[in-house]
C-alpha cells in the first residue's frame, strides 16, 4: 500500500471514527457510544486487555495511528471491514462509500461490495452468483 492511499484511508478512519472519540477521560465505568467504540476496537479487533487502553482520547488516537501507519496493507484493509461493526454509530453506507472514492481514486484493485472489502475482480464475480441465484429462486 502506497503512502498516498495510506494517508487517504487514515483520513476517512479519522473522519468517521475517531472524532467520535470525544476529549475525555475514560474509566473502566464509563459507558458511552465513544467508550464502547474504544473497548470494541481494543478488545475485537486489537485483542489487547481494556485496563490496556490509555484512559485519554488523545492517547487512543495516537495508539491507533501509530498502528495504522505501521500496519501491514491486509491489516488496513481488515480493519476497514471491522469498523462495519459499528452500524448505528457510524454511518457505514457514507463510511463505505468513502473509502470506495479513495480506493478508486487511488488505483487500488480493493473495493467494499455490500458489507465485503475485496479484490473487485472476486467480489464482482461472487455478487453476479448470488444475484444468478437469487433471481433463480424467486422465479
Not at 11 to 24: A, P, Q, R, T
Not at 79 to 108: M, P, T, W, Y
Amino acid at each position: 500500500m502506497d503512502a498516498p492511499l495510506r494517508n487517504c484511508l487514515w483520513n476517512v478512519v479519522s473522519g468517521f471514527v475517531l472524532h467520535k472519540i470525544s476529549d475525555e477521560r475514560f474509566t473502566h465505568k464509563h459507558t458511552g457510544e465513544s467508550y464502547q467504540l474504544v473497548n470494541t476496537i481494543y478488545r475485537y479487533f486489537f485483542e489487547k486487555a481494556i485496563n490496556e487502553v490509555t484512559d485519554y482520547a488523545s492517547g487512543i488516537c495516537d495508539q491507533i495511528y501509530k498502528w495504522f501507519f505501521k500496519a501491514e496493507w491486509y491489516e488496513i484493509y481488515d480493519f476497514l471491514e471491522f469498523i462495519q461493526a459499528f452500524e448505528g454509530v457510524i454511518d457505514i453506507k457514507k463510511f463505505r462509500g468513502a473509502c470506495n472514492s479513495v480506493l478508486e481514486n487511488e488505483h487500488s484493485g480493493y473495493r467494499f461490495v455490500e458489507n465485503r472489502l475485496g479484490y473487485i475482480l472476486l467480489l464482482k464475480k461472487e455478487w453476479l452468483r448470488y444475484m444468478a441465484t437469487r433471481a433463480m429462486l424467486t422465479a
